[in-house]
């Protein structure tokens, strides 16, 4: 540790050694527990007013794929990943707010003359604003992938991101609700050789305004 800052931990690791995978091992599988634990890890990230507003369609049967894969452009990943999930964003809904934060209430997390001190702000923030609740649902659905990137990493696995789809057919073709977004795809599964590592960045300096 330096100044207070940790040079390297597990996590750290994790993300500085993901890349997005080309390359999978078409033989191997994920368990029904493993993709549900993969998803669960996953939604701890965060969300506006905790509205938890996401969906994962984990696309891993034979038949799955070869549904999904013609409207993805045929990507390789599709088919040889273990599973590819659907990662859809939900459009931010004020009105589940008192449903969502009920458990922290339970919990003795929250008071319960708290709701309402979110459900107002909530509504005021979304109601009228649809573009704000696409963005919303765009938002959270990038979080929660990107913590089961991380998850996935922590085991072993590669992921491949992917935004090469026709999102009309695959909201069609896996039945999306109205207020739902196919905001992207993400393979997941156990990995061969001739991946790439992770490929150099911008420097911070680039990037990075101290004001």
Known sequence: ???GITKTNAVIECILSRSSTKYYDPTATLSDEQIREL?????????????QNWRF???RTPEAKARLSPIAWSQPA??????TFIVCGQM?????VPERLAPLVEAGIMPAKMVPEWEIPAR???ME??????????RTATFGAAAMITVATSWGLGSTPMIGFD????HREFGLTKDEVPVMLLSVGAVRPGNWPQKPRRPVADVLNLV
């Open 78 to 83: 599709i088919t040889e990943a273990a599973v």
């Open 129 to 138: 604003y649809p573009q704000r609740q696409r963005d919303e649902a765009v």
């Open 167 to 170: 999102a009309e057919a695959v």
């Open 39 to 51: 998803v669960r890890i996953g939604t701890t990230a965060p969300t506006s007013f905790h509205l």
């Open 92 to 96: 931010a809904d004020s009105s589940v």
């Open 1 to 3: 540790m330096t100044n």
């Open 57 to 59: 369609i984990a696309v």
């Open 124 to 126: 005021d923030l979304y």
